[in-house]
């Protein structure tokens, strides 16, 4: 059984760029949620996918999208990045929605400049 | 708005010794209460986890103890290790909710 896997580990962009995030959920899981770390704080809920369609959203604006995939994989779509969004974007996959426990990856941390 | 306060912010212990951390929430609606460590680089990691329905949950070296007129719980590290040296967030949850709410986290830091 895998973990929760993303990519990439790193991303450096300009201000203004398009950036995608991908995840892979633990295996058996359906749910993926996705967070946002900003340095020394705790992590922010973004969205959630259960089954390919989003299951609630955390106060984030509308160029924060998201997709999941057939196989419950995950991609997070930032446009028209600011300085404000560098960094750690975490996935985190469930059993199913209604399942309290959430596993997370190893996050990718994301530069704008 | 804040809803949910951990403190301390940080916290120096030596080994052997005991840790802990304390979650105040606002939200009486919350019905599950995890702990969550994170080391540099990683993503948070389930640590342990009580519902409203006990008082205290032991797991190894690890206790949370719950108070639900007070609103508050916090997590008991015994005989802390230097590997203990982490960061670690209360992330509380409503029934049926999408999202754990974090704390701000507390810098964990045992001496040698």
């Known amino acids: 059984e895998t973990g929760v896997t993303q990519s990439p580990t790193h991303l450096i962009k300009t201000r203004g760029q398009q950036v995608t995030l991908r995840c892979s959920s633990q295996?058996?899981?359906?749910?993926v949620s996705w967070y946002q770390q900003a340095l020394g704080q705790g992590p922010q809920f973004i969205f959630q996918?259960?089954?390919?369609?989003?299951?609630g959203r955390g106060n984030f604006p509308p160029r924060f999208s998201g997709l999941q995939f057939p196989n419950y994989s995950s991609e997070l779509n930032v446009n028209a990045l600011e300085l404000d969004d560098s960094a750690l974007y975490l996935c985190?996959?469930?059993?199913?929605?209604?399942?309290?426990?959430?596993?997370f990856g190893p996050g990718t941390r994301l530069t704008v400049l | 708005q804040q809803q949910v306060k951990q403190s301390p912010q940080s916290l120096i212990v030596q080994k052997g010794g005991i840790s802990i951390i304390n979650c105040a929430y606002e939200?009486?609606?919350?019905?599950?209460f995890p702990w969550y460590q994170q080391f540099p680089g990683k993503g948070p990691a389930l640590l342990i986890a009580?519902?409203?329905?006990?008082s205290e949950k032991k797991e190894g070296r690890f206790t949370i103890s719950f108070n639900k007129s007070a609103k508050q719980f916090s997590l008991h590290i015994m005989d802390s290790q230097p590997g203990d040296s982490a960061t670690y967030f209360c992330?509380?949850?409503?029934?049926?909710?999408?999202?754990?709410?974090f704390g701000q986290g507390t810098r964990l830091t045992i001496n040698p």
């Open positions: 009580i519902r409203p329905d006990v």
């Open positions: 992330a509380p949850k409503t029934n049926g909710a999408q999202k754990l709410v």
């Open positions: 939200n009486t609606a919350f019905d599950y």
């Open positions: 985190a996959s469930s059993f199913d929605r209604t399942t309290d426990t959430q596993y």
């Open positions: 996918y259960y089954r390919e369609e989003e299951n």
């Open positions: 295996s058996g899981h359906n749910t």
